[in-house]
C-alpha cells in the first residue's frame, strides 16, 4: 500500500535481520496509521476525576499518563488542548487518580465523551462519586485503586523550536491512596489480580495482562 501521508523513507539501514521504515515526524510517518501511539504502548491509563471551583464533578481517560516518581509519588497526565480536567486542576489544585480496570472499561470509555463543561461524566458513565481524603474531587467508587493528589507543577510542553506543542503536563504529589484489601496479598500489592486495562495504538485498541504475559528479571548488582 503506498504511504497515505506523504513522508518517504529516507536511509534505509539493515542490520540484525531487520529492514527498517525510517521517517522524520515533522513530514509524515508514510503509514497508513501513526505508529507512534501503538510503538509506546501499552500505555497504562490516567483516569482523572476533577471538580470545577463550583463544584461539578468531572471524569475523564487520559493514556499520555504516568508515574515520574514514586517517593514522594509524581503522577501526570497530557492535556492536548485545554480540556475540562486541566482547567478544573487549574482551578482547584487537586485531581484524583482511579485505576481503570477490565470490567470499568465500558464507562472510562463513556467518561471520555467530549461534552461541555457542566456536564458531569460519573453521571454519563452511571459511576458513584465517593468523597475522596479532599472531599471534592471525588473518587470513582467502583474503582479498586485511587490516589487523592495534589497539584505540583503544569508544564506547556514545546516542541524543539521552544514552540507551544499545544499540550499541557498535570503533575501531582499523591497525598492519599486507597487500595482494595482484596488486591494485597501477605502484604505485596497484587497488580494481575487488578486487572488494569492499559491503551494501545489506533482508535480502540486495548490490552489487559493475563498470567502467561508475567516474566521476572532481577536488575544486575
Ligand atoms: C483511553 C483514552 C485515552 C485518552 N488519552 C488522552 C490523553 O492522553 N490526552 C488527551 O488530551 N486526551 C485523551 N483522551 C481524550 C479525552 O479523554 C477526551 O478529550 C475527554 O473528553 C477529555 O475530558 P475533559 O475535557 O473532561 O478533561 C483519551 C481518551 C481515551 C478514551
Redesign the pocket.
Known amino acids: 500500500m503506498p504511504p497515505r501521508d506523504g513522508a518517504a523513507t529516507t536511509a534505509r539501514p539493515t542490520g540484525h535481520g531487520h529492514d527498517f521504515h525510517c521517517y522524520e515526524p515533522a513530514t509524515g510517518h508514510g503509514l497508513r496509521h501513526n505508529p507512534m501511539q501503538a510503538i509506546i504502548a501499552p500505555r497504562p ?2 483516569w ?1 476525576s476533577s471538580a470545577s471551583a463550583a463544584g461539578v464533578n ?8 504516568n508515574m515520574f516518581r514514586a517517593t514522594p509519588p509524581l503522577i501526570g ?5 485545554r ?4 482547567r478544573n486542576v487549574e482551578e482547584t489544585g487537586r485531581f484524583v487518580w482511579n485505576l481503570a480496570t477490565r470490567s470499568l472499561a465500558t464507562a ?2 463513556l467518561s ?4 461541555p463543561h457542566e456536564v458531569d ?1 460519573f453521571v454519563l458513565a452511571g459511576l458513584t462519586p465517593m468523597p475522596s481524603s479532599f472531599g471534592s474531587p471525588p473518587c470513582v467508587a467502583e474503582s479498586p485503586v485511587s490516589f487523592d493528589c495534589v497539584l505540583t507543577q503544569i508544564v506547556d510542553l514545546q516542541d524543539r523550536h521552544g514552540q507551544p506543542s499545544g ?1 499541557h503536563l498535570v503533575i501531582g504529589e499523591a497525598v492519599h491512596v486507597r487500595i482494595a484489601r482484596s488486591l494485597i496479598a501477605d502484604g505485596v500489592y497484587d497488580t494481575l489480580a487488578s486487572d488494569p486495562i492499559l ?1 494501545g495504538g489506533g482508535t480502540a485498541d486495548y490490552f489487559h495482562l493475563t498470567p502467561d504475559g508475567h516474566f521476572r528479571m532481577e536488575r544486575p548488582d
Open positions: 491509563i490516567g482523572i468531572n471524569l475523564a481517560p487520559y493514556s499520555f499518563f497526565f497530557s492535556s492536548g488542548g480540556k475540562d480536567s486541566l472510562m470509555n471520555s465523551a467530549v461534552v461524566e499540550s491503551r
